[in-house]
């Protein structure tokens, strides 16, 4: 079926040359507030065209604005383009102040105006699609992301969470290291248990042994009653150890006999205690080169790493990074009550061409200062303190895409042809599984490796 447009406009030669401009779509009318809310409700259309001149007052631009109100009141998803007169801008930008999604002037183009709309109603299916997806999220609930990078990593750690096997999280600062943690603890028998977090590289070296281990009445100056460490705190749930590549090499001994035989003894304690906890690691460091140089014990990493997650950088996730905004949008518009809801063209261009050194905190950063500085209800990349790429930058994209596709496919014939056509084989040569070799073959349309010609 069509797509529905609802155009909310009195001049009847306008509407006749819209219905025969947008043959694409099915086009409703209204021609004034009450019928454009009419069928606004009867057609629930992704897409609005409003002239800000209609009746009773169509000289001045106040009834569609109210229109535009209502509309974005009862459907603040819909896409609004206002259509206005060749010197009416200052109430276009004032709707586009309100929420509309853009603003064309008269005369009407029929080129222009589909060109419009189509960018609205793409965009408007892609927030659908991520409303959907945020909604059913497979179970590691907390991490959100579509991208085939973040979701390899998901299934990864769902199939570790149900287990007590020590896990090393590796990425940059800023990918959501603690957050994976959490989600592996929540996701497992230890839940209803403490999840305890420290960060090794914030803490002194000469404090770090007592902060972990707790320490004996008398153990040191000012240790003035027996304190437990954040081991014992742990007891029972989840110890998670961040940036463990920062742990000065004398304290690895004590905390690799500590995972071997999961008993403690506390700073001037000559007691052992046993402690019940998994234990989960992460670092940004290149460990395996700190243990090449002899900065990080090899029996300790080995320890530590029996199953390793490597952490995409959000600049490798480009499918999440629209996703992940609008969801601090959302999180951030209600926590400081402020009034922006939605992002412009030129900030979502922005926000795909950032490289994003930071990763996700610097996202969230962005995000939580461009709510409170935005003017309207539209984030501009200036309220993101980003500059706007050109318009071509979409089409770069694309052009990107469509390389990768080619060297995938070129890729996957060479290793049908070196496995003399046994899709076993090929796969293995890929390193994929069997059904992921099926999906890319359906996906770049290869059906001629299934017949095996």
Known sequence: MSDTILVVDDDLGIQKQLKWSLTDFNVVFADDRSSAIAQLRRFEPKVVTLDLGLPPDPANASEGLKTLEEILALAPNTKVIVVTGNNDKENALKAIDFGAYDFYQKPIDSDTIKLLINRALNLAKLEDENRILAKTRPAMGRIIGNSDA??????????????????????????GKEVFARTIHEHSPRKEQPFVAINCASIPENLLESELFGYEKGAFTGANKTTIGKIETAQGGTLFLDEIGDMPIGLQAKMLRFLQERVIERVGGRNEIPVDIRVICATHRDIQ??????????????????????????????????????????????????????????????????????????LQNKLKSAVIMAEGTVIQADDLGLLEPSEDFESEILNLREVREQAESKAIRKAYQRADKNMSKTAELLGVTRPTLYSLIDKYHLEDLKTGV
Request: no cysteine.
């Open 150 to 175: 973040i979701q390899t990593v998901m299934r990864k750690a769902e199939k570790i969470a149900g287990t007590d096997i020590s896990t090393l999280l590796l990425g940059e600062s800023g990918t």
């Open 289 to 362: 080169a700190m243990v090449g140089e002899e900065t990080f014990r090899e029996d300790l990493f080995y320890r530590i790493g029996e199953i390793p997650i490597n952490i995409p950088p959000l600049r490798e996730r480009e499918q999440d990074i629209v996703l992940l905004a609008r969801t601090f949008l959302n999180q951030y518009r209600e926590e400081f009550n402020a009034k922006a809801k939605s992002f412009s063209d030129g900030a979502i261009r922005a926000l795909l061409a950032h490289r994003w050194p930071g990763n996700i905190r610097e």
